[in-house]
């Protein structure tokens, strides 16, 4: 599974953003898929995850409330809708892709996209 992340850029303290994750593999719906975010000088951290099925979803206590996963198994594609952002979510967002394991882990992931930066301005 290749894994292409998109739609950072910069926005206000308050304002969303959108990320996609688009994938190519014919097996997309098999993996269970996350998001991580690594900000400067801090370890890469969970942020959220969805099953395979989509009927599982995974936050972090951080962004529980402000932040939706989602994915489109027909267009191969997962999708992180980000509202409310604070100064403290600007980050590089990687999406991720595992067949098992604990989702909330960086080591259960087999697959990884490059990173997309967010940064929240004041």
């Known amino acids: 599974v290749q894994l292409q992340a998109s739609g950072g850029g910069l926005v206000q303290a308050g304002g969303s953003l959108r990320l996609s994750c688009a994938a190519s593999g014919r097996t997309f719906s098999s993996y269970a898929l996350g998001w991580f975010r690594q900000a400067p000088g801090k370890e890469r951290e969970f942020v959220t995850a969805?099953?395979?099925?989509?009927?599982?979803?995974y936050y972090s206590d951080s962004v529980k409330g402000r932040f939706t996963i989602s994915r489109d198994n027909a267009k191969n594609t997962l999708y992180l809708q980000m509202n409310n952002l604070k100064l403290e979510d600007t980050a590089a967002y990687y999406c991720?892709?595992?067949?098992?394991?604990?989702?909330?882990?960086?080591?259960?992931?087999?697959?990884w996209g490059q990173g997309t930066l967010v940064t929240v301005s004041s």
């Open positions: 969805i099953s395979w099925s989509g009927g599982s979803t």
């Open positions: 991720a892709a595992t067949i098992g394991g604990e989702v909330r882990t960086y080591d259960s992931y087999d697959y």
